[in-house]
Nanobody, 116 residues
Framework: QVQLVESGGGLVQPGGSLRLSCAAS????????VVWYRQAPGKERELVAS???????NYADSVKGRFTISRDNTRNRVYLEMSSLKPADTAVYYC??????????WGQGTQVTVSS
């Protein structure tokens, strides 16, 4: 069993930066792939960035060059560094941990609002 807690969201002006954190409880966190998703009002949840257990990363085209995903397995955390934020980045951001076996867990989400 893995429990995930996101933090770091808030209100930021366009062009600003935020760092989101996904903290995991439980052991063996390093074997999970972790994905950041976001969901804006009235829109479907979309993949933002992912990091595999081996450290391979992947990004949505809309955030490439602006967002960076990383993980610290010693602290059971995955981070999403967001820069050059745009109003279109406004959403609730969720992290999900999953394995090839089909096991997966979601966090509760953290709100990011980009507005002047």
């Amino acid at each position: 069993q893995v429990q995930l807690v996101e933090s770091g969201g808030g209100l930021v002006q366009p062009g600003g930066s935020l760092r989101l954190s996904c903290a995991a409880s439980g052991s063996m966190f390093s074997i999970y792939d972790v994905v950041w998703y976001r969901q804006a009002p009235g829109k479907e949840r979309e993949l933002v960035a992912s990091i595999g257990s081996g450290g391979i990363t992947n990004y949505a085209d809309s955030v490439k060059g602006r967002f960076t995903i990383s993980r610290d397995n010693t602290r059971n955390r995955v981070y999403l560094e967001m820069s050059s934020l745009k109003p279109a980045d406004t959403a609730v951001y969720y992290c999900r941990a999953n394995r090839l076996s089909g096991e997966y867990y979601w966090g509760q989400g953290t709100q990011v609002t980009v507005s002047s």
